[in-house]
């Protein structure tokens, strides 16, 4: 059910970026200063350093761990985007706790390098102010369990949009599914959140 819910979520989220009119890119106007630069500004991508802060509700896939319930989480990244289509990220995601059925919280932590590779803009020409990417990550994952730790390796994966707003400044909404391995399995979850970006 609540699977079913983040989904829904994250279905609705695509259609409101969706609901953009068909028009030309910002960026592809004629006269555009910036688009040589990738400077970065409304609707226009941006490109270098960058680091974002933000949260995101996830709901557990309901295997193991006593099938713990939802709850929020505090995500953390900074990353480097060379040129277009692609960037790089070290990613943080924090939940600070799972609520159990008669038993102490699950807390998780994970922490990784993460890919995105962004779609050509061409194939999604009613997408004016959003830049949507896929993206593929692998990291250290830590469940704690009351007095109990669990360690070992997770993969990251999802899509997400980058919404450039200013030269400095932009946002992003995501939604993510964390598969954790061996020692941590059966505790992966579903994300799905919103941050804030600051570009160096």
Excluded at 58 to 65: M, Q
Excluded at 118 to 142: E, K, N, V
Aim: glycine residues 20%; negative net charge; contains cysteine.
């Amino acid at each position: 059910m609540r699977g079913s819910r983040v989904a829904g979520a994250a279905a609705l989220g695509m259609a409101l970026c969706l609901a953009a009119p068909v028009s030309a890119q910002p960026w592809e106007e004629s006269g555009s200063s910036e688009t040589a630069g990738g400077q970065g500004g409304l609707g226009i991508p941006h490109t270098g350093f960058y680091g974002a802060v933000g949260g995101f509700l996830a709901t557990s896939s309901g295997r193991g761990f006593n099938h713990p319930e939802g709850a929020g989480g505090f995500t953390a990244r900074a990353g480097l985007r060379p040129t277009g289509p692609f960037a790089g990220e070290f990613v943080l995601d924090w939940v600070e706790g799972f609520d159990r059925a008669g038993g102490s919280e699950l807390e998780t932590l994970f922490f990784g390098l993460n890919g995105k590779g962004y779609l050509p803009l061409q194939y999604a020409p009613i997408l004016r102010y959003a830049q949507p990417y896929l993206q593929l990550g692998l990291g250290y994952f830590h469940v704690g369990l009351g007095h109990q730790d669990f360690d070992d390796g997770a993969m990251r994966m999802g899509f997400g949009f980058d919404i450039p707003i200013t030269r400095h400044f932009g946002a992003g909404l995501e939604f993510a599914y964390l598969w954790a391995w061996d020692e941590t399995d059966g505790a992966d979850y579903a994300q799905f959140g919103a941050s804030v970006q600051y570009w160096f």
